[in-house]
Structures are given as structure tokens and as C-alpha cells.
């Protein structure tokens, strides 16, 4: 089981940065691939970045270059670092953890989300 807490949302102005943090409890949360994804009004989640437990990212073509995902294993924390934004940033975002390949292998999945922060940037 894990549970995931997000922080760190809130208003700022196009061009401004917010770091989003994700605080998550049980020992699965180290080996799991972590995700945050967002959801603005009217639309559907859509993945933003991703890390693996090795640190491996990936990021959406819209956020590629101003948005950086990072992990501290040790800590169980995940983090999203969001500069240069822009109003179409706008949106819940959700932190979330799910099954690395090789649990899946063995049939082992699982699916964690945080309750979401929203962020808006407008001004």
C-alpha cells in the first residue's frame, strides 16, 4: 500500500516557477515508477513527467525544458520543479506510483494516486 500527499501548488504569475513536492508512505514507494500528471478543466489527465526508481525521466513534449522531475529514494519524496510558466499549465496536478517493469513481469501491479494540488498561473 502506498499513500501519496502533494504540496506545494498555488497562484503565479506566466513566467513564474512553483515546485511541486509529493510525500508518500511505504516502503514499495522507492521502487516504483513515479509519475505526475495533470488534469485542467474540461480535459483529460495527461502524463507529465515520469522517473524511474533508477532516476530514468521523461517528460511531455509541452514541458520538456522548463519542467524537472526528481526522486529521493531515501526520503520516499518525489518532486516537480516547474519553471517558466504558463497560463495552459493551469491545472490539478497528481502525483502518482505505479508498478515498475519488473514487478509487472511477475504480475504484480498496482496504482497509486495523491488527492491532487492545483496550480494556476495567471495574472
Known amino acids: 500500500q502506498v499513500q501519496l500527499v502533494e504540496s506545494g501548488g498555488g497562484l503565479v504569475q506566466p513566467g513564474g516557477s512553483l515546485r511541486l513536492s509529493c510525500a508518500a508512505s511505504?516502503?514499495?514507494?522507492?521502487?516504483?515508477?513515479t509519475n505526475w500528471y495533470r488534469q485542467a478543466p474540461g480535459k483529460q489527465r495527461e502524463l507529465v513527467a515520469s522517473?524511474?526508481?533508477?532516476?530514468?525521466?521523461n517528460y511531455a513534449d509541452s514541458v520538456k525544458g522548463r519542467f524537472t522531475i526528481s526522486r529521493d529514494n531515501a526520503k520516499n519524496t518525489a518532486a516537480l520543479q516547474m519553471n517558466s510558466l504558463k497560463p495552459e499549465d493551469t491545472a490539478v496536478y497528481y502525483c502518482?506510483?505505479?508498478?515498475?517493469?519488473?514487478?509487472?513481469?511477475?504480475?504484480?501491479?498496482?496504482?497509486?494516486w495523491g488527492q491532487g494540488t492545483q496550480v494556476t498561473v495567471s495574472s
Open positions: 511505504g516502503s514499495i514507494f522507492s521502487t516504483s515508477v
Open positions: 502518482n506510483a505505479e508498478s515498475p517493469p519488473f514487478r509487472v513481469a511477475v504480475g504484480i501491479r498496482y496504482n497509486y
Open positions: 522517473i524511474t526508481s533508477g532516476g530514468s525521466t
